[in-house]
């Protein structure tokens, strides 16, 4: 397996990670997206993440979320970095905006959690 090439702030959420976190399926899936290149990082819209929504359901965007679209549904979203658009949006909906490492520490699991990229 090659080894993953991480940026600075990629590199902060992987250390962040407590030990048990990083063996479950779900973190090896999200810390494998953030090493992929910057080119095929894209960003999601918020558009994007309410056609997602489900109630009780986490959304991690391995990326930054942007504020293109409307969201009217509450929603608790996991991602790298958010525009002020996308995180007033969230906010306005009833949501929650968090990142990546606060999301781990909470859940390690992912067992409620939606991966959009």
């Known amino acids: 397996m090659k080894k993953a090439k991480f940026s600075e702030k990629n ?3 992987s250390a962040g990670l407590p030990p048990e976190a990083r063996k479950t399926l779900f973190s090896m899936r999200v810390l494998e ?3 992929a290149p910057s080119r095929r990082k894209t ?3 918020v558009s994007r993440i309410a ?3 489900k109630p009780g359901k986490l959304i991690i965007v391995p990326d930054k979320v942007l504020g293109a679209g409307s969201l009217t549904s509450k929603v608790n979203v996991a991602a790298v970095s958010f525009s002020d658009s ?3 949006m ?3 909906a009833g949501g929650k905006a968090m990142s990546l490492l606060d999301a781990a520490k909470s ?3 992912g067992k409620d959690a ?3 990229k």
Do not use: P, Q
Request: no cysteine; aromatic share 4%.
């Open 43 to 45: 960003g999601v819209n």
């Open 51 to 53: 056609a997602y929504a």
């Open 107 to 109: 859940d390690s699991t």
């Open 86 to 88: 996308a995180r007033k």
């Open 33 to 35: 997206l953030l090493s």
């Open 11 to 13: 590199l902060k959420i």
């Open 114 to 116: 939606i991966i959009i």
């Open 90 to 92: 969230i906010e306005s």
